[in-house]
Structures are given as C-alpha cells and as structure tokens.
C-alpha cells in the first residue's frame, strides 16, 4: 500500500506541553493535504511520577481529567479546521501505547515531538522514537519543537530531502518522499552518501536509484540527484544546513547489525531540529501487522 493511500489516520503523541506543538503542526498540514483523521495519543506513564510500580491514587484521579480537558481543547481546533479528530488517554509505556493506537485505528503514521538540541532530553525522546522507528506498523515522523527557530527554519518551498541508503525499505522510502514533494509541490532532493568502495569503482548511485525506484527528472516532480562521499551522517548533515529541507525522509531497517544505538537514523530522530520521517520496508495497514513487543530494557 502506498503512503498517499495508506495514510488515512494520523496518530499524534501529545505530551499536553509545548513539547508536541511542532508535531501537532506538521500532522495538521498532512491531515489536510491528504484527507486523513487525527488520533490524539496521551500516555500516562507511571515512571514520569514515582519510583515505585503504578502512579499514586490521587495522581491518577486528577491526571486523566487534566489530560481530557487538555486533549478536548486540541480537538475543538481541529475539528473548526474540518479535519475529524479522536483522542486516547492510556497507562503505560509511550513507545508500546502508540504502537497499540497505532494498529487500533489503523493508522498510517506516527507523528511525535522531541527536543531539538536541547539538553538530554533528545536521548530519551530520540530512543522513544527509534523503537517506534523500528518495530511501529506505519512510518514515524519525529519534530522537533525547535524545527521552526532561527536559521534552522526550512526556506519558503523547501525540499523534501530523501536520503538514500540502499536496504530493505529503500522503495517504500524512495515512493514516500516522491509523494510528499508532489502533495506539496515541493523539490525532491534524493541525496547518496557513496561509499569509498563505489567511489573508487566510479558508480553512479543516481542511475540506479532512477532505474530502480522510477525517480525520473521531468515528472510532476522536480528531482535532483545529489552525490556525496563521506560519512553518512556527516553528509545529511551538510546537505540539511544547505538546502534547508522542509523534512527528511530515511528508509529504516527492522533489525540492526550493529550494537548499541541503531547509526544514523537515531542521530536524526534524537536531535535533529529538520522533521524526520522513518519510513520502513512496508507501507501495510496496522491491522495485518503482527504484534511486536519492546523490550523490557527499553520500556
């Protein structure tokens, strides 16, 4: 299923603080170019509130209420905006609860604040967002709260900047990106960070990616090819201080080979102020998913 068909329902974190303004913006802006519905998700986790296994008492009286008046509000503003909108208050860990609201109502994204640069708060939120990037049933977007400050504002019509990295989600990634550029009208800048490998045996990335994925110049999208080598990182980070993209798409494996946090798509998702959109090797309905459990270690 392709993202512009899949996305039918929104699912947006909401922390109830300024945290998820950012992400509530984007998720309006989507709602509305493609005619989906929001969920607003709001979790109540007893580790935010004490040391011990559940929330006191009087906390989870009054916090459920204080929650619902909050979310009624975000919800009046969406619905005078005409976009139909819905709202969950659950217990429990947030990386598992938007998972579960996720396959609940079928949804086909997964929008949710972060920090920015901002202190430590980016290592907590980024590794909540990476375990959604790599277990969730739909792509996550990851916004920052500072997407929008100073000179990291995207420019007026900026790009969707896909980086290209040859796995198992490169397709979906690739037909995400083509979608949104063409939904907003937007450039698509498909950006390769070559290896010292291929750079040595000369190959051209771009060739293969237009064959492969059907990114042809001279469609309904204006698509540039870029070239770098380097470091992957390294490389998405210059072309972002560059070009100034009003997101960047990255297609993200379900499993990683290497140990620790998961390289380049945790860098973006814990601290990048561009919106980050993880898109995995299939764009399919929540519903047929099977179920995946985080670890207990990263609850």
Known sequence: MSFKDGLKTIVVATDLESQSEA?????????????????????IDPIDYATVNAVPGRVLRTLPEEARRALDKLACHLLEEAIPTHS??????????????????????IVLGTRGMDGVGPLLVGSIAEQLGRLAPCPVLAVSADWNA???RPVPGGPVLLAMERNEASAAAAATAYSLAETFDRPLIVLHARTAAEASAFLNPC??????????????????????????ANVI??????????????????????????????TFLAASRVPVLCVPPEIASAARQ?????????R
């Open 23 to 43: 992400a509530l913006e984007y998720a309006r802006k989507l709602a509305t170019a493609y005619g989906a519905r929001i969920v607003l998700a709001h979790s």
């Open 88 to 109: 969950e208050i659950r217990q429990g860990a947030v990386a598992q609860m938007l998972m579960d609201v996720a396959r609940q109502y079928e949804a086909g994204l």
């Open 150 to 152: 100073g000179p990291y």
């Open 207 to 232: 060739a293969t990616t237009r064959e492969e994925f059907g990114i042809e110049p001279g469609g309904k999208v204006l698509v540039r090819c870029i070239v770098k080598d380097g470091n992957p």
């Open 237 to 266: 980070a210059s072309a972002i201080a560059l070009y100034r993209p009003c997101i960047l798409v990255m297609g993200v494996k379900r499993s990683s080979e290497s140990a620790g946090q998961h390289g380049t798509a945790f």
């Open 290 to 298: 099977p179920e995946a459990q985080v670890p207990a270690e990263a």
